[in-house]
């Protein structure tokens, strides 16, 4: 028993640490300069020259540990030190990464680099170079020798470039590996200090997810209380699906033989093959349309985020009327789905000779049914059952949408409208977390109540 | 028995209706278009309904000796209807102009039978359209997903925990060759001509590999390293299973824009998982069959035994799952494009004319037919799926 706790553990541990990975990645891969977004939140930081404002904007990339490298070791090309490659100026880091590479020669290409930047708008070169590429720039640029903004002694240090390049080409497609022990994933990871004073993040361990490009809050307090919403309502649907699922698969066993039993299932096939977004639109036309049947609320509820887990309960509770439509919109599938699988459970169950004993001895069909086989049904029931769960999160995308509720589906589209990913990539982490420790959850469970497992150890020590 | 059983497996309405969809999807221009179909004018033949950009106003006279065939359904998808405009319903009145220029009813032959949008295209054009884009989407996806699925299944299930050994020397090696295209990977945007790179590092690993077997100290090495492809598809497998399909793809989505190919690929790349699990389950199950080891013991190795001695048999769950998959791929398409990050919204999507409808409560036909018309599809899929889950037990 110990021992597969344990294994269970460590498997859980490096699930997280690709979840972690996943994440991260979707936070780097990302279109969009994290800098600059901040900035525009930093009202002290405003600056109205130009070049107050490059500076500032560099040192917010610093502070932010934008210019180290990604991960713990980095892999580069042999004539690209690693870095150039995180170097604030976009037109600029690409301008020397490419020349770097083109010649293995990294400190001239810098100063060149450093020349040509600083008159981009004029110098033919770097409009050249944008377009056709470096190799054919540097010829055409050492072909014709009266071309606007370039020096005597910058063609002098191109040609020695493309000396360099001739010699050294083939280096390009050798790897140089470097440990970085500061690196972006650490700091986003577990937090810490880039350089400057200021701390980055306290890291995602401690529940830091950064702060949204767009609204300039805190990810983490922002992510609160919707993750609340939608966790509530999902852990309330299994809550109350489960129960209900084992009476409606009961009774489809018990009355299997009726005719009416035939109508059952394609009509419970039918309801679960109706897509959520769909129920819910239906739900809303008809029970909450004022010109058809007006008995429910279209609107949200709105919830008390100020005071604290208590007063935010409380008036979730006391709009609950709102709460209806969205949890049958959320709950009708996984409730088919998990009766359905009782039913089969069920069917499953009642082969075995143990029924016939039952029978025999004259129990009661309902009582074999709903005591004797429920029992034996519940495990695998749970284990499956807990399959939905990632399904309740995503639905309530929709639901949330739908219904305007102010849960993690909300923040999460609003995110993808504003294109602001530290949130999108924080709901994708703890959906992924969430649902990840539920699965380990219901492993050590079945663990618990299954005794080949729990008596594992004596059986192999006696 | 089993060529009767066989073909009992397939009597089902369902079947019926999924090529029926199947059929309108590939045929909705033809079923429902405002242009003629096929124009015989003084002996030269024209298709006009094959470019619908043209603007087409020049209408046969009365007297003239051509004639036309038109479409069964008289309207494209996207066509406003100038007389019809802003939410028409089936039963409501709708209109047309006459020669005079004045308004009179619409005639039953041209009357739009499920209503119209607020611009006026007609609801029935866009069902039938937005099917032909759903089902290729959904049908794409599903295949890559199952070839993936299968092939990621095979691999875990045939190597199981730790039965791929590796002697020292080749693991290293292999771990080295994909170490160096990481690096070309890595540096793909900073090098316009790395081709030569992938192709030298794989032809130098090949005849590395080859020369390597060849020497006798490697080939019959003791020192082997068991690779534990099981536990590595196990936990990514609970990674994908873990994160809600729903925001795994909106989540992509934001980073490739919103297209058919990228939603084709998003879809298939999230959706491997569990009929993958279910392969690697059937595949270790069948492993210690007899007929497993007769086919072993008679040479039958690699992919060519996967696929002549594995697939057959466990190709009747494997398309039960693949309706799932299908099914799952239909609903989050749809989603998304109900939530507006799927296709643009000029391209007509079964999700996207549901969403057209939830904005206006009033115009129930553009709730309730699309609606109506993707659940009967789903529904066919699961169907199908329990007769072939029933018939195969």
Known sequence: MKSILIKRFLQTLVSLLLLVLFSFFLSRVLPGDPAKYILTFNNSQVVSSPEGRTKSYERQYRQMGLHLPYFYFSMESRLLPDSFVHLPDNDFKFLLCSLSYYSGNPSLSYSIAKELIAKKKTNDFF?????????????????????????????????????????HYWKRWIPSIQWNAKNQFHLWCFGGKSEGSGLVSKGIVQGDFGK????????????????????????????????????????????????????????????????????????LLFFANPRML?????????????????????????????????????GYSTLIYLSQLVFELLKDELQKPYVMTLRAVGSSERKIIFYYSMKNVLVPLIVSGMSVFPLLLGGSVIIDFLFTMPGMGSLMLQACDQKDFPIISGVLFVSGLVTMLSFALTDLFTYQVNPLIRYSNLKKNG | MGEKNYRRKWNHWSVKVIVFYV????????????????????????????????????????????????????????????????????????????????????TLAKRHLLGTNLLGSDLLADILYGTRISMFISVIATLLASVLALFLGFFAGWYGPGSLKLSAVKTVLIFLLVFYWCHLLLNIESRGDGWLGWIVSVFAFVIFMKVIGKWKMVSSSNFRIAIPIDAIFLRFSELFSAIPRVILVLAFIQLLSASIVSIILLLALSAWVDLARIVRAELQSIKSMTYMDAAVMSGIKGARLLLI?????????????????????????AGLSFLGFGLPATVKTLGGLIAEGKNNFDAWWMIVFPGLWLSLLIYAMFSLSDRLRQTEN
């Open chain 1, 294 to 330: 007006d008995w429910l609320p279209t609107a949200s509820p709105v919830l008390e985020t100020n005071n604290g887990f208590g007063s935010w309960f409380f008036s979730l509770c006391s709009q609950c009327e709102y709460l209806i439509i969205p949890l049958f919109a959320l």
């Open chain 1, 127 to 167: 409009l050249n170079f944008q377009s056709v590429g470096i190799s054919v720039a540097v010829d055409d640029m050492l072909a014709n020798n009266d071309a606007s903004g370039i020096t005597k002694n910058l063609l002098v240090d191109l040609s020695k470039l493309k000396v360099d390049h001739n010699n």
């Open chain 2, 309 to 333: 001695q594995v697939l057959p048999n466990i190709w009747p769950t494997v398309l039960v799952y693949m309706l799932y998959t299908f099914a799952g791929n239909i609903a989050i398409e």
């Open chain 2, 23 to 106: 059929l309108v999807g590939l045929l909705a221009p033809v079923i429902s278009n405002d242009l003629p179909l096929v124009r015989i004018d003084q002996g030269a033949w024209s298709f006009p309904f094959l470019n619908q950009d043209q603007e087409y106003n020049s209408p046969l006279k009365k007297n003239d000796a051509g004639f036309e065939i038109h479409a069964p359904f008289g309207y494209s998808s996207g066509k406003s209807d100038p007389f019809n405009m802003s939410f028409r319903g089936p039963l409501h009145q709708q209109f047309t102009e006459n020669e005079n220029g004045d308004l009179v009813d619409l």
């Open chain 1, 212 to 283: 949204s490009w767009t609204r300039g809050g805190d990810v983490f307090e922002m992510m609160k209380y919707p993750f609340l919403l939608t966790l509530f309502l999902s852990v309330f649907v299994l809550v109350i699906t489960f129960p209900l699922a084992l009476l409606m698969g009961g009774w489809l066993t018990l009355y299997q033989q009726k005719w009416y039993a035939k109508l059952q299932k394609p009509l419970l096939i039918f309801t679960y093959s109706i897509p959520t977004f769909w129920m819910g639109t239906a739900l």
